[in-house]
């Protein structure tokens, strides 16, 4: 990920720019990801716990 600098643009400016773009990027979330190994049933666990949340959130906002 690069950014170029556009005529007149502070360095905050700029940082800023590629700080978004590494976010929009999804980089950093990866790069803290895999910055520990998780084992595969960790990974299928909590998959399986995020799949819950979202049936309960989907399960409240419906009424029912």
């Known amino acids: 990920m690069y950014v ?3 005529e007149g643009e502070t360095f905050e400016e700029l940082f800023r720019r590629f700080k978004r773009g590494i976010e ?3 980089i950093l979330r990866d790069y803290r990801r895999k910055q520990r190994f998780k084992p595969a049933h960790e990974e299928r666990r909590d ?6 949340r979202k049936r ?5 906002k419906s009424g029912g």
């Open 56 to 60: 309960r959130r989907a399960r409240a």
């Open 24 to 26: 929009a990027a999804g």
């Open 4 to 6: 170029v600098a556009r």
């Open 47 to 52: 998959k399986i716990r995020a799949a819950q």
